[in-house]
Nanobody, 123 residues
Framework: QVQLVQSGGGFVQAGGSLRLSCAAS????????LGWFRQAPGKEREFVAA????????YEADSVAGRFTISRDNAKNTVYLQMNSLKPEDTAVYYC????????????????WGQGTQVTVSS
């Protein structure tokens, strides 16, 4: 089992920045790929970014490329999502997720999830 606890998020004006954190406990953190997903009201959960177990494989959705950065610190068992140049359309509940080794963009393939955190961007 892997437990994921999220922090960060909140309310920010367009153009601002936020950083989300996701701390893991349980199994060996370095064996897991981590992903960030988001879900806006009435919409499907969508992929944001993912990172491999060693940090060497990164994936970002086109909608956030160049603005969001995923990173991980295996010594702290934590994955981060730095969000810059935020837009109102980034407003959603953000979730971190974990699966073994290989990062993928399909949320159905992640077995462990954080509790979610609200990000609201005003125009």
């Amino acid at each position: 089992q892997v437990q994921l606890v999220q922090s960060g998020g909140g309310f920010v004006q367009a153009g601002g920045s936020l950083r989300l954190s996701c701390a893991a406990s349980g199994r060996t953190f370095s064996n897991y790929a981590l992903g960030w997903f988001r879900q806006a009201p009435g919409k499907e959960r969508e992929f944001v970014a993912a990172i491999g177990s060693t940090g060497s494989r990164l994936y970002e959705a086109d909608s956030v490329a160049g603005r969001f950065t995923i990173s991980r610190d295996n010594a702290k068992n934590t994955v981060y999502l730095q969000m810059n140049s935020l837009k109102p359309e980034d407003t959603a509940v953000y979730y971190c997720a974990a699966r073994q080794f290989v990062p993928v963009t399909n949320h159905y393939e992640y077995g462990y999830w954080g509790q979610g955190t609200q990000v609201t961007v005003s125009s």
